[in-house]
């Protein structure tokens, strides 16, 4: 195989998109989803369908292997491989044509699948198959694996959908499938070519004619099998069509790069029976009924899951019996309500009464009893991953079998037996429907006889579903998981087919060759297995404060699922990955490269001076998004926070990093003089001589310094002339104030002692510095320390007297309560956070006590509040600013959900963050603009000096509508 070098080399005249090689990006692509590890030689992001060609093309010449990716959300390890991996998701990801007359769409592979479902959902047609994975998975992975879903029951998947593809054969070849009469003149031209797509259609015609009766009777009689290729149906009433044998192909047979599928209007309406269940049995019987009957999807939980949901979401599972075994969520779908509303009448009253295989059923009519359910269903997955029994956790290994439905009891008796007899903990979800559960064992794959006890579990798996005539591979994929059992599952002589067919497409066997066609044992290439060692010295001399083990288990937690790839603004992930689309920049990036560096597998060296891990690295913006919907809980701004200290202790920090991190020197240098500084910074001049020297950019204004800062007014103006000592004050507290609303907006301190004193509360303003969020968000963390420790020393004797501690900025908030525990790790750090409150938490906490002054008065405005990310990771606070302002007579709040604003503290100040920041803030931007919204809202400083930038509308801090609507209570 040839050098990374000389494939750069090579390459990167050929193409327009990206082509990586070193180290750390081969290290980088070298996972997905899966149990599985291998490093490629090259990564290539195409840009078009020629790259791709050119591509393939030199793959082809020398002999290389070639692994087309898309999310990397698959848990079978198809898209990882030791050749070329090709990523489409990075630019190959744009939706080509919609054409609502005819209801189909053609798209690109990397576009996720989430996305499509919005666009068609705004023209009520829908795309059936629906995996759980939709938010981060990609198209072309779906059209890989023949993916399915929930709904799969009664519409079926994706290759049921899928009209033509185009497609790059392993020579280089471009070729659109199609139907063909086998008598076409088209047809019959193409058959005597002397192409690699001539020679493909002369032999699968041939094979598919000779064979017919052994491929028919091969295949289980299950509705749900995408094990080795599908041959069936190729040749139809004398029509020949290769569509449906490259879904499910995994990219072995060809690389595809356009896709058209045919879509559905969206039905009207959809109810769903809830029903629980005393054994396995009983809830594969009602299963039966329930497909008999034409349900739209059958869904099942298990107790197992249901322990770990009702641990973690207590509300949504309050009404779930503690006593069931299994939940059943059974939904019916259609245009007619009243037939949908008998038929679940219906099966309610058989399973109930009738035949009492349910001791428990409800009926979810509405659209927020349906969002309750499949909220409970999809968060099954996610939760998983969060567990972490003495180092097992959840591996994708027998998730997919499928039997028929009415073995399905069957099937788990067996399973669940074989399970507990091994002594392997596991959960199971999935889609009862189609007979096909989600199991999934917690295995420590670091320890020999676990690996061992997971290869038992999955070949009785294996041996149990072929007995019941079902397949190991019902929706997933078959992958390094279980491409081994596709011999056992068809026999030699079909088996021998299916490599006749690979040899047909591929006879270099240059595409995924350790896929479908293969020896190779589950075992091979894991991620982690006895021989994986941590590398003790890599948690000495840590910047940050972590707990024993919590360095390496942080890294070793991330599992890959790509669910941090998404693009939704329903999921809060990294918005440098949504403007970007770079793997460099997705959270999970940085937990696999310091996988890769703990586990020696990467000299830390050489990994602290790898531009492209400074790139890696930096692109963390420490907003926090990513550890909100992660599923396993992963703080990836903490482990990257303390690399990124290590790459400042090692290098120093560039200047606009440096001046940006430190808003509380300057402010205090410029303040006094702010009547010249606040013109002179902001002269046409000043700000190109900003970007020419210390990349900061000249497209935004700089804040402008209030001449009087907020805290020499509060000592000079406020307690010289306050009102009379608050009588029976119910609370004392001490206000954080912050670097804006000391030096730039002093209006939101001045407006907080009003709100306030309006709640007989005492205010203290200890002496204080930064926060020093500035400061580590680069890096920083030595300088940061300094701030930190000095406003410890003059908070502390407050909190020993009982004070709570107020701030205003969403990011100071998040400081005390969380990072300060982060840097240094102190019981004084402990105790600031038990007592920080964000200031709207703290008027809901005096509510809930009674205490809360609700003589509000009228403020007539309209206004758009957006959520800082910093605000949306405290639980307790992130509602509340909304909550408070709905309080107020006339104050209309319109709630923008758009995610990030994209300025991420100071990072879209950088000259090269600049247009990408502009990018990320676009849908809040387009929201704020609307006619109905008078001002911008938010608890944040720096968003708030986005929205002005992006919108020219003025934006307010909550607090100082709480002022107003308070009134003039005394002249601050």
């Given at each position: 195989?040839?050098?990374p070098?000389?494939?750069?080399?090579?390459?990167s005249?050929?193409?327009?998109?990206e082509?990586y090689?070193?180290?750390i990006s081969?290290?980088l692509?070298?996972?997905?989803a899966s149990?599985?590890?291998v490093v490629?030689i090259a990564i290539v992001?195409p840009?078009?369908i020629?790259?791709?060609?050119?591509?393939?093309?030199?793959?082809y010449?020398?002999?290389?292997p070639i692994h087309p990716?898309g999310?990397?959300?698959?848990?079978?390890g198809?898209?990882?491989?030791?050749?070329?991996v090709?990523d489409?998701?990075t630019?190959?990801?744009e939706?080509i044509?919609?054409d609502?007359?005819?209801?189909y769409f053609?798209?690109q592979?990397?576009?996720?699948l989430a996305?499509?479902?919005q666009e068609l959902a705004?023209?009520n047609?829908f795309?059936?198959?629906?995996?759980?994975?939709?938010?981060?998975?990609s198209i072309?992975?779906?059209?890989g694996?023949?993916?399915?879903?929930s709904?799969?029951?009664?519409?079926g998947l994706?290759?049921?959908?899928?009209?033509?593809?185009?497609?790059?054969?392993?020579?280089?070849?471009?070729?659109?499938?199609?139907e063909y009469?086998?008598?076409?003149?088209?047809?019959l031209k193409?058959?005597?070519s002397e192409?690699l797509?001539?020679k493909i259609y002369?032999?699968?015609?041939?094979i598919?004619?000779?064979?017919?009766?052994l491929?028919?009777?091969?295949?289980?009689?299950?509705n749900?099998n995408?094990a080795g290729?599908?041959?069936?149906?190729?040749i139809?009433?004398?029509?020949?069509?290769?569509?449906?044998l490259f879904?499910g192909?995994e990219?072995?047979?060809g690389?595809?790069?356009e896709?058209?599928m045919?879509v559905?209007p969206?039905?009207?309406?959809?109810?769903m029976?809830i029903?629980y269940?005393?054994?396995?049995?009983?809830?594969?019987?009602?299963?039966?009924e329930?497909?008999q009957m034409?349900?739209?999807a059958?869904e099942?939980?298990?107790?197992r899951?249901?322990?770990?949901?009702?641990?973690?979401?207590?509300?949504?599972?309050?009404?779930i019996p503690?006593d069931?075994?299994?939940?059943?969520g059974?939904?019916f779908?259609?245009d007619?309500i009243d037939?949908?509303?008998?038929e679940?009448?219906?099966?309610n009253?058989k399973l109930?009464?009738?035949t009492?295989?349910?001791f428990?059923?409800?009926?979810a009519?509405?659209?927020?009893?349906?969002l309750?359910y499949w909220?409970i269903?999809?968060?099954?997955?996610p939760?998983?991953g969060q567990?972490?029994d003495?180092g097992?956790?959840?591996?994708?290994v027998?998730?997919?079998a499928?039997v028929p439905?009415?073995?399905?009891?069957?099937?788990l008796?067996?399973?669940?037996?074989?399970?507990?007899n091994n002594?392997v903990p596991f959960?199971m979800?999935g889609?009862?429907?189609?007979?096909l559960v989600?199991i999934r064992?917690?295995?420590?794959?670091?320890?020999?006889?676990?690996?061992?006890?997971?290869?038992?579990?999955s070949e009785?798996?294996?041996?149990?579903?072929?007995?019941?005539?079902?397949?190991m591979s019902?929706e997933?994929?078959?992958?390094?998981?279980?491409?081994?059992?596709?011999?056992e599952?068809y026999?030699d002589e079909?088996?021998?087919?299916?490599?006749?067919?690979?040899?047909?497409f591929?006879?270099?066997?240059i595409?995924?060759?350790e896929?479908k066609i293969t020896?190779d044992?589950?075992?091979?290439?894991?991620?982690?297995?006895e021989n994986?060692?941590?590398?003790?010295?890599?948690?000495?001399?840590?910047?940050l404060?972590?707990?024993?083990k919590?360095?390496?288990?942080?890294?070793e937690?991330?599992?890959?699922c790509?669910?941090?790839?998404?693009?939704?603004?329903t999921?809060?992930?990294?918005?440098?990955?949504?403007?970007?689309?770079k793997?460099?920049a997705?959270?999970?990036?940085?937990?696999?490269i310091?996988?890769?560096?703990?586990?020696?597998?990467?000299?830390?060296?050489?990994?602290?001076?790898?531009?492209?891990?400074?790139?890696?690295?930096?692109?963390?913006?420490?907003c926090?998004?990513?550890?909100?919907?992660?599923?396993?809980?992963?703080?990836?701004?903490?482990?990257?926070?303390?690399?990124?200290?290590?790459i400042?202790e090692k290098?120093?920090?560039?200047t606009?990093?440096?001046?940006?991190g430190?808003v509380?020197?300057?402010?205090?240098?410029l303040?006094p003089?702010?009547?010249i500084?606040n013109?002179?910074?902001n002269t046409?001049f000043?700000?190109w001589?900003?970007?020419?020297?210390?990349?900061i950019t000249r497209h935004?204004?700089l804040?402008?310094?209030a001449?009087?800062?907020?805290i020499?007014?509060y000592?000079?103006?406020?307690l010289r002339?306050r009102?009379?000592?608050l009588?029976?004050?119910?609370?004392?507290v001490?206000?954080?104030?912050g670097c804006?609303?000391?030096?730039t907006?002093?209006?939101?301190?001045?407006?907080?002692i009003?709100?306030?004193?309006?709640?007989?509360?005492e205010v203290?303003?200890?002496?204080q510095k930064c926060?020093?969020?500035?400061?580590?968000s680069?890096g920083?963390?030595k300088?940061?320390?300094k701030?930190?420790?000095y406003?410890i020393?003059?908070?502390m004797?407050y909190?020993?007297q009982?004070y709570?501690i107020?701030?205003?900025?969403?990011?100071?908030?998040?400081?005390l309560k969380?990072e300060?525990?982060?840097?240094?790790g102190t019981?004084?750090?402990q105790?600031?956070?038990?007592v920080t409150?964000h200031f709207?938490?703290?008027l809901?906490?005096?509510?809930k006590e009674?205490?809360?002054n609700?003589?509000?008065?009228?403020?007539d405005?309209?206004?758009?509040?957006h959520?800082?990310?910093h605000?949306?990771v405290?639980n307790?606070a992130?509602?509340?600013?909304?909550?408070?302002?709905?309080?107020v007579?006339?104050?209309k709040?319109k709630k923008i959900?758009?995610?990030?604003?994209g300025?991420?503290?100071s990072?879209?100040?950088?000259k090269?963050?600049y247009?990408?920041?502009?990018?990320?803030g676009?849908?809040l931007?387009g929201e704020?603009?609307s006619?109905?919204?008078?001002?911008?809202?938010?608890d944040?400083?720096?968003?708030?000096l986005q929205?002005?930038?992006?919108?020219d509308?003025?934006?307010?801090?909550?607090?100082?509508?709480?002022a107003?609507?308070y009134g003039d209570l005394?002249?601050?």
């Amino acid at each position: 195989m040839r050098s990374p070098s000389l494939i750069q080399e090579s390459l990167s005249g050929k193409i327009e998109g990206e082509v990586y090689t070193d180290e750390i990006s081969r290290n980088l692509w070298s996972t997905d989803a899966s149990m599985y590890q291998v490093v490629p030689i090259a990564i290539v992001t195409p840009k078009s369908i020629q790259d791709v060609i050119n591509v393939v093309k030199y793959c082809y010449a020398n002999n290389l292997p070639i692994h087309p990716r898309g999310g990397g959300a698959g848990l079978i390890g198809a898209s990882i491989g030791e050749g070329v991996v090709m990523d489409f998701t990075t630019h190959m990801n744009e939706m080509i044509e919609l054409d609502l007359e005819n209801n189909y769409f053609k798209v690109q592979p990397g576009r996720k699948l989430a996305l499509i479902q919005q666009e068609l959902a705004n023209h009520n047609l829908f795309l059936p198959p629906d995996p759980a994975s939709a938010e981060y998975c990609s198209i072309g992975g779906n059209i890989g694996t023949n993916a399915g879903g929930s709904h799969s029951a009664k519409y079926g998947l994706m290759a049921d959908y899928t009209e033509s593809l185009t497609v790059v054969l392993a020579n280089g070849e471009l070729i659109t499938t199609q139907e063909y009469k086998l008598d076409d003149p088209n047809y019959l031209k193409i058959t005597k070519s002397e192409t690699l797509e001539g020679k493909i259609y002369r032999e699968i015609e041939q094979i598919v004619r000779n064979n017919i009766e052994l491929i028919d009777k091969s295949y289980p009689a299950v509705n749900y099998n995408i094990a080795g290729y599908e041959l069936r149906g190729v040749i139809k009433e004398e029509s020949i069509n290769l569509t449906r044998l490259f879904v499910g192909s995994e990219g072995t047979l060809g690389t595809i790069i356009e896709i058209k599928m045919r879509v559905l209007p969206k039905p009207k309406h959809s109810m769903m029976l809830i029903a629980y269940f005393k054994n396995a049995i009983n809830m594969g019987k009602a299963t039966y009924e329930a497909v008999q009957m034409g349900s739209s999807a059958v869904e099942v939980l298990d107790y197992r899951l249901m322990e770990v949901l009702k641990t973690r979401e207590e509300k949504l599972t309050a009404d779930i019996p503690d006593d069931m075994e299994y939940m059943l969520g059974i939904e019916f779908d259609g245009d007619d309500i009243d037939k949908i509303e008998n038929e679940i009448n219906q099966l309610n009253s058989k399973l109930t009464q009738e035949t009492e295989l349910a001791f428990k059923s409800e009926i979810a009519k509405t659209d927020a009893q349906l969002l309750n359910y499949w909220t409970i269903r999809k968060l099954a997955l996610p939760l998983l991953g969060q567990v972490n029994d003495k180092g097992r956790k959840i591996v994708p290994v027998i998730e997919d079998a499928s039997v028929p439905p009415k073995h399905l009891p069957e099937y788990l008796e067996d399973m669940i037996l074989v399970m507990e007899n091994n002594g392997v903990p596991f959960a199971m979800y999935g889609h009862a429907g189609k007979g096909l559960v989600h199991i999934r064992p917690l295995i420590d794959l670091k320890k020999k006889e676990n690996i061992e006890a997971m290869v038992t579990v999955s070949e009785a798996s294996f041996t149990k579903a072929k007995s019941l005539n079902g397949t190991m591979s019902g929706e997933h994929g078959d992958g390094r998981v279980r491409s081994i059992y596709i011999r056992e599952l068809y026999g030699d002589e079909m088996y021998n087919l299916l490599v006749r067919v690979k040899n047909v497409f591929d006879y270099k066997k240059i595409l995924n060759p350790e896929i479908k066609i293969t020896e190779d044992p589950i075992t091979k290439n894991l991620r982690y297995d006895e021989n994986y060692e941590y590398v003790e010295d890599h948690d000495k001399g840590l910047l940050l404060h972590f707990q024993n083990k919590e360095w390496e288990n942080e890294i070793e937690m991330c599992n890959g699922c790509s669910r941090c790839t998404s693009l939704s603004n329903t999921v809060n992930m990294c918005p440098v990955y949504k403007s970007s689309k770079k793997e460099t920049a997705t959270p999970r990036a940085k937990a696999n490269i310091l996988r890769s560096v703990i586990s020696g597998r990467i000299d830390k060296n050489v990994a602290l001076s790898s531009p492209i891990m400074k790139e890696l690295i930096f692109n963390c913006t420490t907003c926090q998004s990513c550890t909100i919907d992660c599923p396993a809980a992963v703080n990836i701004p903490k482990i990257a926070l303390e690399f990124k200290a290590e790459i400042v202790e090692k290098d120093g920090q560039p200047t606009n990093e440096y001046l940006l991190g430190s808003v509380y020197t300057v402010g205090r240098i410029l303040s006094p003089i702010s009547f010249i500084t606040n013109w002179f910074m902001n002269t046409r001049f000043s700000r190109w001589m900003s970007e020419k020297t210390v990349k900061i950019t000249r497209h935004r204004k700089l804040p402008q310094f209030a001449r009087k800062s907020f805290i020499k007014w509060y000592r000079k103006d406020y307690l010289r002339n306050r009102p009379p000592k608050l009588t029976e004050s119910v609370r004392k507290v001490a206000y954080f104030v912050g670097c804006t609303a000391n030096r730039t907006n002093p209006n939101i301190g001045k407006s907080l002692i009003k709100v306030l004193e309006a709640n007989n509360i005492e205010v203290v303003v200890p002496d204080q510095k930064c926060s020093g969020l500035p400061m580590f968000s680069y890096g920083n963390v030595k300088r940061a320390k300094k701030y930190i420790n000095y406003s410890i020393q003059r908070f502390m004797p407050y909190v020993e007297q009982g004070y709570d501690i107020i701030v205003t900025c969403s990011s100071c908030g998040l400081s005390l309560k969380e990072e300060w525990k982060d840097l240094l790790g102190t019981e004084e750090t402990q105790r600031i956070s038990d007592v920080t409150y964000h200031f709207s938490e703290y008027l809901l906490k005096l509510k809930k006590e009674g205490l809360l002054n609700e003589n509000f008065k009228a403020v007539d405005l309209s206004v758009g509040y957006h959520t800082p990310c910093h605000l949306r990771v405290q639980n307790e606070a992130k509602y509340a600013s909304t909550t408070l302002l709905e309080m107020v007579p006339e104050v209309k709040v319109k709630k923008i959900n758009q995610g990030c604003c994209g300025i991420c503290g100071s990072w879209g100040y950088k000259k090269d963050n600049y247009v990408a920041s502009m990018e990320i803030g676009e849908g809040l931007f387009g929201e704020l603009k609307s006619d109905e919204i008078q001002k911008g809202v938010t608890d944040c400083p720096t968003c708030t000096l986005q929205m002005e930038h992006g919108t020219d509308k003025e934006t307010l801090h909550p607090v100082e509508i709480l002022a107003l609507s308070y009134g003039d209570l005394n002249d601050t």
